[in-house]
């Protein structure tokens, strides 16, 4: 069985800072594509960003420049560091795994073959 957990969000005022982890745990083999998805109030789950095994990434347009994503690939853990957030932001934040190297070829959540219960993401203004 394989679990998936989030940590890491939280309250933070506009242009502040917050660094999301996750980790898959349990009897998996190897783990291609990790990522994060978000979903606002009212509003459709959206890409937020992707990573293989091997550092490629994908971002989504509203976050380039100010969230980065980054592995630990023994670990099966991946981190989003997140910087100048704005009132935007405010989601919940659920990380993404999977075998297939699809869901960083097509970034998209259909891809997900794991799903962690989701952190809560703030901005206030």
């Known amino acids: 069985q394989v679990h998936v957990a989030e940590s890491g969000g939280g309250l933070v005022q506009a242009g502040g800072s917050l660094t999301l982890s996750c980790t898959a745990s349990?009897?998996?083999?190897?783990?291609?594509?990790m990522g994060w998805f978000r979903q606002a109030p009212g509003k459709q789950r959206e890409l937020v960003a992707v990573i293989s095994g091997g550092d490629n990434t994908k971002y989504a347009d509203s976050v380039k420049g100010r969230f980065s994503t980054s592995r630990e690939n023994a670990e099966n853990t991946v981190h989003l560091p997140m910087h100048s957030l704005e009132p935007e932001d405010t989601a919940a934040y659920c990380c993404?795994?999977?075998?297939?190297?699809?869901?960083?070829?097509?970034?998209?959540?259909?891809?997900?073959?794991?799903w962690g219960q989701g952190t809560q993401v703030t901005v206030s203004s």
């Open positions: 993404a795994a999977a075998v297939s190297p699809l869901l960083v070829l097509s970034a998209t959540q259909e891809a997900s073959e794991l």
């Open positions: 349990g009897s998996i083999l190897t783990i291609l594509g």
